[in-house]
């Protein structure tokens, strides 16, 4: 079971970023899949999750309307279009596979690193 996120790096506030997850060794169109950020000096912190068939989504507020999810069953791929980027969005993001679709995450990719910055 592997995660590989890519897409990071460094934009200017107000700018766009699409980051990816590959995901291998697991039927991946049956488990909620979920973005976690962790920002410097802070905890890990939950920002959207998607359900195994993308029929439902979820977002923590301060990314509503800026942040979407997104997933490609058929290449087993995860994917989070960020807009509208705020030098509060610089973390590393992971994304991670929810066993239970209630927050327990048990299989973690290795991160992409988001700076926003002027």
């Known amino acids: 079971v592997q995660l590989v996120e890519s897409g990071g790096g460094l934009v200017q506030p107000g700018g766009s970023l699409r980051l990816s997850c590959a995901a291998s060794?697991?039927?991946?169109?049956?488990?909620?899949m979920s973005w976690v950020r962790q920002a410097p000096g802070k905890g890990l912190e939950w920002v959207s999750d998607m359900a195994g068939d993308g029929g439902r989504t979820n977002f923590v507020d301060f990314v509503k309307g800026r942040f979407t999810i997104t997933r490609d069953n058929a290449k087993s791929t995860l994917y989070q279009q960020k807009n509208s980027l705020q030098p509060e969005d610089t973390a590393l993001y992971y994304c991670?596979?929810?066993?239970?679709?209630?927050?327990?995450?048990?299989?973690w990719g290795q991160g992409t690193q988001v700076t926003v910055s002027s």
């Open positions: 060794g697991f039927t991946f169109s049956s488990y909620y």
């Open positions: 991670a596979r929810d066993r239970s679709g209630g927050g327990e995450y048990d299989c």
